[in-house]
T-cell receptor
Framework: EDKVVQSPLSLVVHEGDTVTLNCSYE??????LLWYKQEKKAPTFLFML????IEKKSGRLSSILDKKELFSILNITATQTGDSAVYLC??????????FGKGTKLTVNP | GAGVSQSPRYKVAKRGQDVALRCDPI?????LFWYQQALGQGPEFLTY????????KSGLPSDRFFAERPEGSVSTLKIQRTQQEDSAVYLC??????????????FGPGTRLTVL
């Protein structure tokens, strides 16, 4: 059964800190790993990763995938209070559905 | 529309009542998904449509849950005889449905269902 484990489950930092969120997975027929930011309710799409070693970057956020070791990381540099959210990294395997972990709740204090 | 919309945003039901939750996907999106998110958990898959065809309903927790998308656009998730354990946020997502690895699901704001 496909599975995602995120760590840490919760993280509190101060503005300006750099954080790394971890996502490990088990999947048959891997197709993609996605990162979403969830504030309040709607998960907002950040990145889609399909190949190992290729960094995706958007402003202060970046992510990379390691298909050999079955994990991905999301880095956020110079954190801001607006980065406070739950970060989700679902995987897409042999079917169309996304399989989620519990997410990492990031709190950035001023 | 510009994004996925869902209604109502909040629903309070008494135990035993039937509820209907609506999802309007992004215009032209072929695929539509429903997920259930309990408090403090990640979303869990319920069901998936491609156009009007329900191709996967393996995540529906019981026969009290029913989803439809009769014209291949708007979808309705119906829960009959609601129970307290049905309390959750119900998220709808849509995607283009293009074959391959890179089809991205875009989520709506969800409906928070509280069953008293």
């Amino acid at each position: 059964e496909d599975k995602v484990v995120q760590s840490p489950l919760s993280l509190v930092v101060h503005e300006g800190d750099t954080v790394t969120l971890n996502c490990s997975y088990e999947v048959t027929n891997f197709r993609s790993l996605l990162w979403y930011k969830q504030e309040k309710k709607a998960p907002t799409f950040l990145f889609m990763l399909t190949s190992s070693g290729i960094e995706k970057k958007s402003g202060r956020l970046s992510s990379i995938l390691d298909k050999k070791e079955l994990f991905s990381i999301l880095n956020i540099t110079a954190t801001q209070t607006g980065d406070s959210a739950v970060y989700l990294c679902p995987i897409r395997g042999g079917s169309e559905k996304l399989v989620f972990g519990k997410g990492t709740k990031l709190t950035v204090n001023p | 529309g510009a994004g996925v919309s869902q209604s109502p945003r909040y629903k309070v039901a008494k135990r035993g009542q039937d509820v209907a939750l609506r999802c309007d996907p992004i215009s032209g999106h072929v695929s539509l998904f429903w997920y259930q998110q309990a408090l403090g958990q990640g979303p869990e898959f319920l069901t998936y449509f491609q156009n009007e065809a329900q191709l996967d309903k393996s995540g529906l927790p019981s026969d009290r849950f029913f989803a439809e998308r009769p014209e291949g656009s708007v979808s309705t998730l119906k829960i009959q005889r609601t129970q307290q354990e049905d309390s959750a946020v119900y998220l709808c997502a849509s995607s283009t449905g293009l074959a391959g690895r890179t089809d991205t699901q875009y989520f709506g704001p969800g409906t928070r269902l509280t069953v008293l």
